[in-house]
Structure formats: structure tokens, C-alpha cells
């Protein structure tokens, strides 16, 4: 069955820093690319940063262009977001999904999220 799974989210201070982990399994990881969104109390989800299935290629919201940075590692069936200077307003749920492309196609899978909470 596919699944994905984040982890890495937690409780830091502005300026500090946070690597989440979208391991997954069930299906053909490299085949997919792999987006990471986020959405915040009382707002829409949002798009933050997505790579594509071979990693050659990546794009980043402009609010996080700079300090965040999107990896994946296709012998671990893991993408990996380094969030570096962390801003209250980065706090939200995190989620992870496979995507048929970056920019086009369909969504097909979704993780359950994790929590990133940044304190000023």
C-alpha cells in the first residue's frame, strides 16, 4: 500500500532550523516527484517546495526561496526540506505528496503531516 511518512517537525525558536523527512513506500518513489506543502491555522494549504523525480530539478515558494532546500535521496525512498532561519510565520503542518510532475499532473499520494511550530 503507499505510504508516506514525515517526520522532523517540531518546537524552535525564530532564526533556528528544522530538516523534515518524507520516507516513503508502496510505490516507485523515483518514478514520482515529490512536493512539499504546508498549511497554517485558518489558512489555504500552500505549496513550498517540490523536486522532481530524479532530483535534477527543484522549485521553492518565494517566501522560502533562500532558506529552504529540498533533497531526496532515491536509495532511501526519501525527500528531505532543510529549513534554515525559521520564521514565526513558517509555523503550519507540513505534508509531503507524490506527484505525477512539479508543475503539471495529478497528485496521488499524501502523507499524514507533521507539525512545525517556530516561537518568536
Known amino acids: 500500500q503507499p505510504q508516506l511518512v514525515e517526520s522532523g517537525g517540531g518546537l524552535v525558536q525564530s532564526g533556528g532550523s528544522l530538516r523534515l523527512s518524507c520516507a516513503a513506500s508502496?510505490?516507485?518513489?523515483?518514478?514520482?516527484?515529490i512536493g512539499w506543502y504546508r498549511q497554517a491555522p485558518g489558512k489555504e494549504r500552500e505549496g513550498v517546495s517540490c523536486i522532481s523525480y530524479s532530483g535534477s530539478s527543484t522549485n521553492y515558494a518565494d517566501s522560502v526561496k533562500g532558506r529552504f532546500t529540498i533533497s531526496r535521496d532515491n536509495a532511501k525512498n526519501t525527500v528531505y526540506l532543510q529549513m534554515n532561519s525559521l520564521k514565526p510565520e513558517d509555523t503550519a503542518v507540513y505534508y509531503c505528496?507524490?506527484?505525477?510532475?512539479?508543475?503539471?499532473?495529478?497528485?496521488?499520494?499524501w502523507g499524514q503531516g507533521t507539525q512545525v511550530t517556530v516561537s518568536s
Open positions: 508502496g510505490f516507485a518513489f523515483d518514478a514520482f516527484a
Open positions: 505528496a507524490a506527484r505525477e510532475f512539479c508543475t503539471l499532473g495529478t497528485t496521488y499520494y
